[in-house]
């Protein structure tokens, strides 16, 4: 796979107006040319549309979309993959439109992890920012900015991944969260949903990442180089504004079986 492998880059969001811009400039200097880009804004009632589309429309590899409606962050993250041709070997990554890639080689660093022999997926690492005031130190409160980590080999080999976050393990996960097609592609859309057959209203990311890992097994990598700076201090983030079905939704989804590990 090695330099072959091509880094397809989702982002979306929804009335991301004071970062759109630079998250998009972020992922437009990246040195790594095997690169393509999927955007979409959620029906934002800011100024993110225009953003969007002035800053996308007509750029090779670039695809993009303005909703008319917004559907929310999991809908829109599946249609984008969705459309996009990928093959087994390409890698998938996310880059939340209130975020922005943290060098421009960040790509290039991620696309070398998967130079190794069986790296299926791979998460981390992030810098947790504020908007204004540069990044976080000791006096802010964000509880949604834990140190990526891996999971205990014996987890990863015996399926017991979500039952080993129910007791206490917690999610490891985190920015850059990145997965090969050949993982992605097995994602069913009622990974996607609730129990009640509609899409995920929030924690898009452990909805991808557990099947995911769990379909991997060991074959992911934590990545210790900073990819992102996460916008620490958006207000309109989902653990602000729905924090009660965030921790719903997630009990859901840890509730559920298990994905088999794929053989070789």
Partial sequence: MGCAVRVHVVTVGRNCEPFALRCLESLAEQTRQNVTVTVVDDASTDGTSDIVAGFCDGRPGWQWQVNSEPVGATRNQYEAWQSADLDDGDVVAWCDLDDALASPDALARLAAAYKRRNVWMTYGNYRPV????????????????PNVAPYPSRVMHTGKLRSFIRAGGGFRFNHLRAVTWRLLRRVDVDDLRDDDGNWWTSGPDAAVMLPCLEMAGPRYRVLADVLVNYTADNPASEWRTIVDTVRSNHRQMLSRPPKRMLAQ
Wanted: proline content about 6%; hydrophobic content about 10%.
């Fill in 130 to 145: 504020h908007s204004h005031a540069g990044p976080c130190d000791d006096r802010c409160s964000c509880w949604t900015c």
